[in-house]
């Protein structure tokens, strides 16, 4: 069973959805206990990185002690932005510092026309070909974003994406996974990503 | 590198797909699920439902026409057409959609541009704006193009923009369903007065028109409904041509 994280921002049915068809179970637990039951969790997000901070220590300490004890944690877009330490869109907020960096506000290149917000399909260079999430991906895959803000290129990330500038388009450190893109929403290779998660979480 | 995104588009009345000639001559065009299917298949990179109606009956078909195809595709879905409040835009994403599209309702109220994006993310909110040539300028439209807002597309592009919305859908008027080509002219004001992706429409008839619009027209996305749904010209052919002219595109 997995554990699908709402923290009230935008809608989780894409994932749901992509999680049905992939022939996964899963609740959107009401409380942080909850969490430790749960083969592997997922924080999905979409909109604003302070939005993250329904997300109150409660939860915090629960998601974090799930992945100390062994459970694979998947962010997706906001959700991946808040492995981080922070980001620069709500400084106040702190992220669950899982993985170092901080996420900042992407510059794009007016000159060029690479606008920013960051949206459409873009191609995944990979940069660790030991990932499990990307197991069976080549570099060139296209998946779909939409964001403005990014973490850096470290050397957790596994795939970078460039838009004027390389940024961490897939991150893995040990059980922590997460992907800037929409794998929901990035066909069949999006739905290839989610099925390695399941796959690596026994799900 | 980012690609220029190809979107189908369904205008949708009773739960079927219809599809006019600058706004007028509804036919019908097919099962919208049964479209997405074909297209997802084909390589569109985004899927665009329109109701055209927008009745109280239409309303609830839609519903019923969103949940169809957001259960087909693993692509990002917009829903436009009559969305006029936030519960309007909040039963849309219930049913699946991944981003609203506001036209007449934004005009009249640009705050729900921002009470929209506050909820759901800019990216989830694209303003459609009709435009129409005028006066050496480009003028807009509402009511499914039958009344003249007295705006400049420009400027209100750039104050949607402003608001808070994520993405521009700009119809022209004057080439909707004529497959004379998009408006360049058109498309590229807007897509340089503003930083947030433009989506061309109105006009596409052959495969020469989207190299046209990503490159004289500076538009990010390209929208086609009629030549997709009678598939006289296929998405992976279009992809392909344009890959072979230098236009970077998911194949």
Not at chain 1, 48 to 69: C, E
Not at chain 1, 175 to 195: M, N
Not at chain 2, 119 to 125: C, D, L, M, N, P
Request: charged share 20%; net charge negative.
């Amino acid at each position: 069973m997995i554990a699908l994280i709402d923290y009230g921002a935008g809608n989780l049915t894409s994932v749901k959805k992509a999680l049905t068809s992939l022939g996964a179970e899963f609740v959107v637990p009401d409380s942080p206990a909850q969490c430790a039951e749960a083969k592997a969790l997922i924080v999905p997000g979409v909109g604003h990185f302070a939005a993250t901070s329904a997300l109150d220590p409660q939860w915090r300490d629960a998601i974090a002690g799930a992945v100390r004890a062994g459970t694979p944690l998947l962010g997706i877009c906001v959700g991946m932005q808040w492995l981080y330490e922070g980001s620069e869109e709500a400084p106040e907020v702190p992220g669950l510092g899982l993985v170092e960096g901080r996420c900042r506000l992407l510059r794009g290149n007016a000159a060029e026309r690479l606008k920013i917000p960051h949206v459409g399909w873009n191609a995944l260079e990979v940069t660790r070909g030991t990932s499990r999430l990307l197991a069976g991906l080549s570099s060139g895959a296209h998946v779909y974003f939409t964001h403005s803000y990014a973490a850096p290129v470290t050397p957790d990330c596994v795939a970078a994406t460039t838009h004027a500038e390389p940024f961490a388009a897939a991150v893995e450190r040990d059980r922590v996974f997460g992907v800037q893109f929409h794998p929901e929403k990035s066909g069949e290779t999006g739905l290839r990503i989610l099925r390695n998660f399941l796959d690596l979480s026994s799900c | 590198m980012l690609t220029k995104r190809i979107i189908a588009c369904m205008d949708v009345r009773d739960g079927q797909v219809v599809k006019g000639v600058q706004f007028q001559q509804l036919r019908h065009a097919g099962d919208p699920a049964a479209l997405a299917r074909r297209y997802n298949v084909e390589g569109i990179d985004e899927v665009v439902i329109l109701d055209i109606t927008a009745t109280l009956e239409s309303r609830r078909a839609l519903a019923q026409t969103i949940r169809a195809v957001a259960h087909e595709i693993f692509l990002p879905l917009t829903v436009g057409g009559g969305i006029g409040s936030e519960d309007d835009a909040a039963a849309a994403v219930d049913a699946g959609a991944d981003k609203v599209s506001l036209n007449t309702a934004a005009l009249r109220s640009p705050e729900l541009i921002t009470t929209l994006a506050r909820r759901y993310g800019s990216q989830a909110v694209i303003v459609a704006i009709d435009a129409k040539r005028r006066n050496g300028g480009f003028g807009v439209f509402v009511r499914s193009g039958t009344t003249d807002a007295a705006r400049d597309a420009v400027e209100w592009a750039r104050q949607a923009e402003s608001r808070g919305a994520g993405e521009i859908l700009l119809t022209s008027m004057d080439r909707d369903g004529t497959r004379a080509g998009f408006d360049c002219e058109l498309t590229a004001a807007v897509a340089d007065a503003v930083n947030i992706p433009v989506i061309a429409s109105g006009g596409a008839g052959g495969l020469d028109h989207f190299a046209d619009v990503f490159t004289r027209g500076h538009a990010d996305a390209a929208l086609a409904a009629s030549i997709f749904h009678y598939a006289d010209t296929g998405v992976a052919e279009l992809k392909r041509f344009l890959h072979a002219r230098g236009i970077p595109i998911r194949i």
